[in-house]
Structure formats: C-alpha cells, structure tokens
C-alpha cells in the first residue's frame, strides 16, 4: 500500500503527534494547531507554579518567623519575681525566694530539657517551709536566660554557670542541697564529680536528689523529634524552624501519664518558655547533651557510684523515656548508697508537676532522714 493511500484517523493523529517532538519536515512550514496548543499549555503549567511558587514564598517567610507568644500572667509574674547575672557575657535567669527564718538550709534546683526553672512551680511554696533559701535558675539555651547562636552547649558549661550563681549569691562556702530533674541530673552529677574531687570553684553539695534522668545510656530512650534534631548535622537548622507549637506539644503529651496532663495552658507556658529568645532555634545544639553522656558515662556514673554525699531517687514509673522497671533496677543496682522513693504507677516522667504532693512529700522524707 503506497503512503498516499495510507489513511490517519484523527485519534491516530493524536496518539502519534507529541508536544515535546519536532515536527516533521513536511509541516515545517506551516505550524499546526497542537503545537500552539501544547506551547500555551506549558507556558500555562509554568505560569500557575510560578503563582504558587510565589505565594508560597512570603507563606513560609511567615511561617519560620511566627513571633513567641505572649508571656501569660503565670510566666510574667515568675519572671518578675526573678533576677539575672552574667555568665560569659550571657543573662542568667534566676529566681530565689527565702523561706524558714533561722534556719541555714539552702536549695537549689536544676531543671529539665526542654523546659526550665518554672517546672518547680507547683512545689516552690512548699519548699520555702521547709529550706531558708530556695533557689533554682535557667539553664544557658533555656527559659528566660540568654540563648545564643552559634554556641557549643554543653554540661560542663551548664555545671559552670552553676557554679557562678552559687558565688554570685555569695554561697561558696555554703554546703547546698541539690535537687534536679531529666537534663538536670547530669548537670548535677557533673557538679557531684566536681565536689568529690575538689576542683577549684566546686559547689559543696550537702545532698543530691535525683528524679527521671537518662543518667544511664543504656536505659535512656530519647523521644524521635530529639534523635532527629542531635543528629541531622546541616539539616537541623532547618528541623528546629519547622518546630510548632503542635509538634511540641504532641512531644511533651507523650511523656506525662494519662491522668496526670498538663492544662492547655501549661503546654502553652512550657512553649512559650522554649520560643522566648527564639530557644526552639538551639535545640540540636543543646540535645548534644545525649551524646555527651555517652561519651563521659564514666565519670558521671563513677561519680554517683562512688559519692559519700547523701543521695535520693523520686521515679515516676510510667517514663518511657526512662522505662519501669528496666531504669530503677539498674540504677538499685549501681548506686545501693542511694534510697529509692517510687510515685504512683500513673506518674510518668515530670513527677514533680504530675504529682506535686507524692513528690513533695517524698523529698522533705530524704531531707529529713539526715
């Protein structure tokens, strides 16, 4: 059959002639329908992603720079209520409250990631009748203190401005009861090392109360959202932007008991205090923290093993990140100076804000004890 013969339907025409194929010899002369179709066709694909391109330009802009949230009456009031020195050219927040009059007792507590000094709110009053001074402060990167970028964070530097409060208020040569939680209780063993091996400007520690750390790495289960942000390098400057509100609070709803939630409020006020100086920006580099127990698990572990100092465990036993019973078995095991006080099977791993009073409680038993 010769080509002139050859019939083309219109669907073969169609199936046969593409956008993206030149065009054969014989039509170079005269442009047929489709093409200019096709061409309008792209320019239209491309001109409706270049809008949404565009529009979602200025979307994200606003998205990574939404501004902090406003400190709410709770929060202001606790701010006010404090001070700040200087570590290093960076504010410190601190706040200190004296308690029983005539008494020398002094406390001092250290708090958790990512929060900061305000998780001892539901048990400050308390505390004040029992201790002369009570004193807690924000860590450097957390709450109300200075959080600067590009900065190496690290528990011996929290350890250190730990000690220059101590000296700031003039308690040097003071013997200080320590009471700590989860990020706080390395510090606190740093500080415990310090003391025993009477390095120069150490704290002397009277007591140490410890309470749902992951001071054992093989114990220590960290939730995804802080695996992914310690170990992403070069992508998480990105990871900490794309942190909300709703992500964090997921995160943290996690680790508290089902009966034992924070209010609405309180997540807000535990963001609001992780925004403040835009901290969400240093969270990888603070959750460097996981692989520095890691890498120093000796001469922390060493240090609670070997202590003389008086030492007490408060555990919330439904902690997944430290999980009953797999964590207070190891750590009876390791450290059989230390007395154990274990809350409700409903407390999960912030005891002292989902059972203030247990915890209360079974902190003023230790102090008491000696």
Same mark, same amino acid.
């Given at each position: 059959?010769?080509?002139?013969?050859? *019939?083309?339907?219109?669907?073969?025409?169609?199936?046969?002639?593409?956008?993206?194929?030149?065009? $054969?010899?014989?039509?170079? *002369?005269?442009? +047929?329908?489709?093409?200019?179709?096709?061409?309008?066709?792209?320019?239209?694909?491309?001109?409706?992603?270049?809008?949404?391109?565009?529009?979602?330009? +200025?979307?994200?802009?606003?998205?990574?720079?939404?501004?902090?949230?406003?400190?709410?009456?709770?929060?202001? %009031?606790?701010?006010? =209520?404090?001070? /700040?020195?200087?570590?290093?050219?960076? &504010?410190? /927040?601190?706040? $200190?409250?004296?308690?029983?009059?005539?008494?020398?007792?002094?406390?001092?507590?250290?708090?958790?990631?990512?929060?900061?000094?305000?998780?001892?709110?539901?048990?400050? !009053?308390?505390?004040?009748?029992?201790?002369?001074?009570?004193? #807690?402060?924000?860590?450097?990167?957390?709450?109300?203190?200075?959080?600067?970028? +590009?900065?190496?964070?690290?528990?011996?530097?929290? #350890?250190?401005?730990?000690?220059?409060?101590?000296?700031? @208020?003039?308690?040097?040569?003071?013997?200080? &009861?320590?009471?700590?939680? !989860?990020?706080? !209780?390395?510090?606190?063993? $740093?500080?415990?090392?310090?003391?025993?091996?009477?390095?120069?400007?150490?704290?002397?520690?009277? =007591?140490?109360?410890? =309470? &749902?750390?992951?001071?054992?790495?093989?114990?220590?289960?960290?939730?995804?959202?802080?695996? #992914?942000?310690?170990?992403?390098?070069?992508?998480?400057?990105?990871?900490?932007?794309?942190?909300?509100?709703?992500?964090?609070?997921?995160?943290?709803?996690?680790?508290?008991?089902?009966?034992?939630?924070? %209010?609405?409020?309180?997540?807000?006020?535990?963001? %609001?205090?992780?925004?403040?100086?835009?901290?969400?920006?240093?969270?990888?580099?603070? @959750?460097?923290?996981? &692989?520095?127990?890691?890498?120093?698990?000796?001469?922390?572990?060493?240090?609670?093993?070997?202590?003389? %100092?008086?030492?007490?465990?408060?555990?919330?036993?439904? !902690?997944?990140?430290?999980?009953?019973?797999? /964590?207070?078995?190891?750590?009876?095991?390791?450290?059989?100076?230390?007395?154990? =006080?274990?809350?409700?099977?409903?407390?999960? *791993?912030?005891?002292?804000?989902?059972?203030?009073?247990?915890?209360?409680?079974?902190?003023?038993? /230790?102090?008491?004890?000696?």
């Amino acid at each position: 059959m010769s080509l002139n013969n050859t *019939h083309f339907s219109p669907s073969a025409k169609t199936t046969d002639t593409h956008c993206d194929k030149p065009q $054969e010899s014989r039509m170079s *002369h005269d442009s +047929p329908p489709n093409e200019s179709e096709c061409g309008s066709g792209r320019r239209a694909s491309r001109e409706w992603w270049l809008h949404v391109g565009l529009l979602c330009i +200025p979307l994200l802009a606003v998205y990574l720079h939404i501004p902090p949230p406003q400190l709410s009456p709770a929060l202001n %009031t606790w701010r006010s =209520s404090g001070h /700040f020195f200087t570590f290093r050219g960076n &504010n410190i /927040f601190y706040k $200190e409250s004296v308690g029983v009059v005539g008494s020398s007792d002094v406390l001092l507590m250290l708090h958790g990631f990512p929060t900061s000094s305000y998780d001892w709110y539901k048990i400050w !009053d308390s505390l004040t009748q029992r201790f002369n001074r009570v004193i #807690a402060l924000d860590f450097l990167g957390f709450g109300f203190s200075d959080k600067p970028r +590009p900065h190496r964070y690290s528990i011996f530097e929290q #350890a250190s401005v730990v000690e220059a409060l101590v000296a700031h @208020l003039g308690l040097s040569e003071q013997r200080i &009861n320590i009471l700590s939680h !989860d990020y706080g !209780d390395t510090v606190a063993l $740093e500080l415990l090392y310090r003391s025993d091996h009477n390095r120069s400007g150490h704290i002397t520690i009277n =007591s140490l109360c410890l =309470s &749902n750390g992951g001071i054992f790495p093989e114990t220590h289960y960290p939730r995804f959202v802080q695996k #992914a942000l310690k170990d992403s390098g070069f992508i998480s400057p990105v990871l900490t932007r794309l942190i909300n509100y709703q992500l964090f609070s997921r995160g943290i709803r996690d680790v508290f008991g089902p009966y034992t939630q924070p %209010t609405e409020a309180e997540f807000w006020d535990m963001w %609001t205090g992780v925004r403040f100086n835009d901290g969400n920006l240093v969270m990888d580099s603070i @959750l460097q923290y996981i &692989n520095q127990r890691l890498k120093h698990r000796e001469r922390w572990v060493g240090a609670l093993t070997s202590t003389s %100092t008086p030492l007490h465990m408060i555990y919330g036993p439904l !902690d997944p990140v430290n999980p009953h019973p797999e /964590f207070i078995q190891l750590y009876q095991k390791l450290v059989q100076r230390s007395t154990v =006080s274990v809350l409700d099977e409903h407390v999960s *791993h912030y005891p002292q804000l989902e059972d203030p009073t247990g915890f209360f409680n079974a902190y003023l038993s /230790f102090i008491n004890s000696f």
